[in-house]
């Protein structure tokens, strides 16, 4: 099958490449997924689990890749709860080859049904974004009706969902970011919007809750922002400056099929709207993953088959 892999930890993007591997094994309670589309983190070069097993052994070539929307085509022994043939979508393990390829095998319970009116790629834009935003708001943040939450990167996979979410419950909604996106930020709820080049952060006054993706000087200068009794959440890094009076949170997604069915229902009511940025075939997913150049607002998908 063909697959994007990667095999030189030192070359970095430029060791990504479209190759040829063997088909997965179904292990016990996985199933094999032909992958529709898939999502990707830019930064999971850099993650240890890229390049080594739960037992810290090399395990390249490995396939990045963690978010995937297909339709299941094989059964380990013992799974339950999927069948040939069904559509899903879900989040792969991280310390496994993910699902920048035609087929990936994933453990069962980390998917969720798919309904059939859910495109495969908006499904895709939904596992890591999904539950990393409701995590960070809710589970970590514990956001609540009437109070104040700033979303840095609010037109991003993870910041778009989020804005929408705590739109949802009731809570006010600051968001950053550049200000080509001010109205795609406005346009999915926010109350107001920040540009982090040209605005100065420090007058949105204090928040409840920050909910940061972008890490380094921006997680410092927010938690001066943080009220008293208020949390900073971050996916990024810990926190190098903690909230003089509140709580600071580093945190990584956890895979949640409970949630995940939440979110699609979501989705399907028209109540949350993934942004799906630029759709890609798998041949481009190497170049996917570079930095810079004008990108459009959302997560960027690689389209890896049809239905």
């Known amino acids: ?105 994933v453990e069962a319970r980390n998917l969720a049904p798919l309904p059939a009116d859910v495109d495969h790629t908006v499904a895709a834009a939904l596992p890591i974004s999904g539950l990393t935003a409701w995590q ?4 970590h943040g514990r956001l609540t009706t009437g109070q104040t939450v700033l979303v840095h990167g609010a037109a991003g996979g993870v910041g778009s ?12 909604v600051v968001g950053t970011g550049r200000a080509g996106s001010r109205e795609t930020v406005l346009g999915l709820g926010a109350d107001a ?57 580093f945190f990584v997604v956890e895979p949640d099929r409970v949630r995940l069915a939440d979110l699609v229902r979501r989705v399907r009511d028209g109540r949350l709207r993934p942004l799906v940025g630029d759709v890609r075939p798998l041949s481009e997913a190497p170049a996917a993953f570079a930095p810079g150049g004008k990108r459009a607002p959302g997560k960027t998908i690689i389209r890896v088959s049809e239905d």
């Open 193 to 249: 919007f920040v540009d982090l080049r040209s605005d100065r952060l420090e007058d949105v006054g204090e928040v409840d809750l920050v909910l940061d993706v972008l890490g380094g000087e921006i997680l410092d200068r927010s938690s001066a922002l943080v009220r008293d009794g208020g949390t900073l959440v971050t996916v990024a890094e810990p926190p190098r400056i903690r909230p003089e009076n509140g709580r600071a949170v």
């Open 136 to 139: 960070g708001l809710f589970d």
């Open 1 to 105: 099958m063909h697959a994007v892999t990667v095999r030189d930890r030192s070359a970095g993007i430029a060791g990504l490449s479209l190759t040829e591997i063997d088909h997965p094994h179904a292990a016990e309670n996985d199933v094999v997924v032909r992958v529709h589309a898939a999502g990707f983190t830019p930064g999971e070069l850099d993650w240890p689990a890229t390049w080594t097993d739960r037992a810290g052994r090399d395990r390249t070539p490995s396939v990045p890749g963690h978010e995937l929307s297909g339709v299941v085509v094989g059964l380990g022994y013992g799974t339950t709860g999927l069948g040939v043939g069904q559509r899903v979508f879900g989040l792969g393990d991280w310390a496994r080859d993910g699902s920048l390829a035609e087929y990936v095998a």
């Open 161 to 172: 969902l989020a804005v929408q979410l705590a739109r949802e419950a009731g809570a006010r």
